[in-house]
């Protein structure tokens, strides 16, 4: 007997529990946060000839900035940033490691991210979304060894030079970003660490068929963690 009253308690308080959640609505949520991390960018650089294929490695620079997050739904709302980005490209001189180039691009760029996560006090996360970048200052460095080759003027003809002594075209980047990471919920804010990758659109550098270069694209990898307080 009295194992069947307490069957019955339990079943009446797993009822009013469930009554409860179902009855309990979903409270959208802001959250307003600032951030900071590494980015390790490249240029790809195309020509319409193979043979004189300017390559390029990872530049680790840094970037920063604010951000707002809305909630709208359980599980989905977006993301609305505000950065200082460095970027750019380090040239890969693989018969000439003497040599060194490097050409810093810094922009101020918006990403407008979807936000999905998954879980409570400890979330999943996935941003994915468009971006856009305006270029706000560019500068460009070598070594001697590689001023010097280059004021010689015994270059070969298949050497690829037009990325020297010449700073961007296009001011405007735009392109698709997208990123995985966990956001920790504490008592004083939460705390979002991000692992993200830039794939862009559009070029440095002009484009068209009378152009040398038929591509020249940003492609950034970063890491970003960012603090963020409730605001309502």
């Known amino acids: 007997m009295m194992k069947k009253q307490i069957f019955l308690l339990l079943i009446a308080a797993f009822c009013v529990t469930f009554l409860n959640a179902q009855k309990k609505k979903f409270e959208p949520e802001w959250t307003v946060g600032v951030g900071f991390g590494p980015t390790f960018s490249s240029v790809d650089f195309q020509r319409p000839v193979p043979s004189e294929r300017l390559r390029t490695k990872s530049s680790q620079q840094y970037f920063g900035g604010i951000s707002i997050k809305y909630i709208s739904e359980k599980n989905l709302g977006f ?113 979002a660490l991000e692992g993200r990758y830039y794939f862009g659109l559009g070029d440095i550098y002009n484009n068209k068929k009378s152009d040398y270069f038929s591509r020249s694209a940003n492609r950034v990898i970063s890491a970003k963690l960012t603090y963020y307080v409730k605001l309502f």
């Open 79 to 191: 993301i609305a940033e505000l950065n200082y980005s460095q970027q750019g490209w380090e040239q890969f001189f693989q018969d000439h490691p003497e040599y060194e180039h490097s050409h810093q691009l810094n922009y101020l760029e918006l990403p407008i991210l979807t936000h999905i996560y998954f879980g409570n006090k400890v979330r999943f996360i996935i941003n994915l979304g468009p971006k856009v970048g305006f270029l706000i200052s560019d500068s460009e460095k070598m070594n001697n060894a590689l001023f010097e080759h280059l004021g010689s003027g015994d270059l070969p003809a298949n050497e690829v030079t037009h990325q020297y002594y010449r700073m961007a075209d296009k001011k405007i980047d735009y392109g698709i970003m997208g990123g995985l990471g966990l956001e920790f919920k504490t008592g004083i804010g939460s705390f």
